[in-house]
């Protein structure tokens, strides 16, 4: 089993940014990659980025350029660094964690962004 606990989110007005955490516990041996999504009211859950064991990176469009994955395996931790913020960014953003034929979820944590 692994958990993951996400942290960093909150209101930040458009331009500003915001670092999310997600922080792994339990069997993380079996974790190949790391994820972020996000889910605005309304609409289908959205693969942000990616970081994969081998530290091979992945972004949807929308925010390339903006938004950085990366992690610190000593504190096994996973970070969305997220620069430029729009309004269309306004969103939970959830951790993912596969490996293992098993997908784990954090619970998640709201960013908004105003304009």
């Known amino acids: 089993q692994v958990q993951l606990v996400e942290s960093g989110g909150g209101l930040v007005q458009a331009g500003g940014s915001l670092r999310l955490s997600c922080s792994a516990s339990g069997s993380i041996f079996s974790i190949n990659v790391m994820r972020w999504y996000r889910q605005a009211p309304g609409k289908q859950r959205e693969l942000v980025a990616s970081i994969f064991r081998s530290g091979m990176t992945n972004y949807v469009d929308s925010v390339k350029g903006r938004f950085a994955i990366s992690r610190d395996n000593a504190k096994n931790t996973v970070y969305l660094q997220m620069n430029s913020l729009k309004p269309e960014d306004t969103a939970v953003y959830y951790c993912?964690?596969?490996?293992?034929?098993?997908?784990?979820w954090g619970q998640g944590t709201q960013v908004t962004v105003s304009s």
């Open positions: 993912n964690g596969f490996g293992g034929l098993r997908d784990y």
